[in-house]
């Protein structure tokens, strides 16, 4: 059963309800309290957020259960998953400010200049004088998405920015998320190619099969940087450290058990 996390803002008049009722109207609709929050308190009436956890089929009767009660307007309701995802999920800041034009002309023209003919005399400087050994491009069609199958590249947008906040936060590496609307698998190639440039590392994200088979292996051949289908060899190799686990909790060797993969998409070939 899915769960989701609601923000409901309501309007009290006191002679005619208290808190008590409200909060015995959201339990009897299958809702947990978590959070109060008093927007604007007041003798006759008050403004309250309250956060309340409930399963996503009982929303609709939460929220209605609400509305029929005498003395209360429920404004608005907020879901805190869409408002974790509001205006999106990540940014890019400068790692230095521009105080002056002094800064300026070293970051930007004329200084910039010397940089630039230093990386074009010795390409490999690339690495150290701009933002390509730290950042990843996390790519895809949105044919693939979680459990949504083939959603677009609109809609995969969210996925994306959610892998590169764990690029981030887990490993401190810097990612970008790049949706691509086109299914041509040449053209996909392509497109990779030409952008690489300015990237570290290419990360594959949610490309259906069997393309995704041929995508990773011509840029692997003919990018000079890590290319890494997280569908294939990230499942693989968080499998295959779960089996090996799991033998020595039994204490099993690999070659006496028999193993099932059942289905043989991205992952389960990788597998």
Known sequence: MAFNSLILRLELVHSKVNFGDVASTISRAGGDITSIDVIRPGQDSSVRD???HVAEIAETSLIESLKSLAGIQLINVSDRTFLAHLGGK?????NLPIKNRDDLSRVYTPGVARVCTSIHENP???YSLTIKRNTVAVITDGTAVLGLGDIGPHAAAPVMEGKAMLFKQLAGVDAFPICLDTKDTEEIIRTIKAISPI???INLEDISSPRCFEIETRLAEELDIPIFHDD??????VVIAGLLNALKVVNKRIENVRIVVNGIGAAGVSI
């Open 124 to 126: 490999k400087k690339a």
């Open 90 to 94: 990540i940014s890019i800041q400068p």
């Open 50 to 52: 309250i956060t309340v």
């Open 232 to 237: 294939q060899h990230g499942t693989a190799v």
């Open 199 to 201: 990237f570290g590392g």
